[in-house]
C-alpha cells in the first residue's frame, strides 16, 4: 500500500495463535502499530503512530472489502 512492510515476531498472546493451534484450513496476521512497551503499565504508541495506523486501516478494509 505504498510503505514498505517490516515483518517482525511478537512474544505477546493473541488469538492468532489459538487459530493455529486449531490446524484450520485458513491463515491469519496480526498487524497494528505497537511500541517496546506492549502490555506494560506504561504501554503507548506516539500520535503520529496512531493516525498512520488509522490510514493503514482504512486502506487494508477498502482493498480487502474490493474497493480501491
Known sequence: MGRPIMP???AGA?????FRRAKLP???IVIGP???????V???ISINQ???SVQFY???????????
Open 26 to 28: 485458513f491463515e491469519t
Open 50 to 52: 496512531f493516525l498512520l
Open 58 to 68: 482504512e486502506q487494508f478494509a477498502l482493498r480487502f472489502l474490493g474497493e480501491k
Open 14 to 18: 493473541n488469538d492468532g495463535a489459538e
Open 34 to 40: 505497537g511500541s517496546n512497551t506492549s502490555h506494560e
Open 42 to 44: 506504561n504501554e503507548f
Open 8 to 10: 517482525v515476531g511478537s
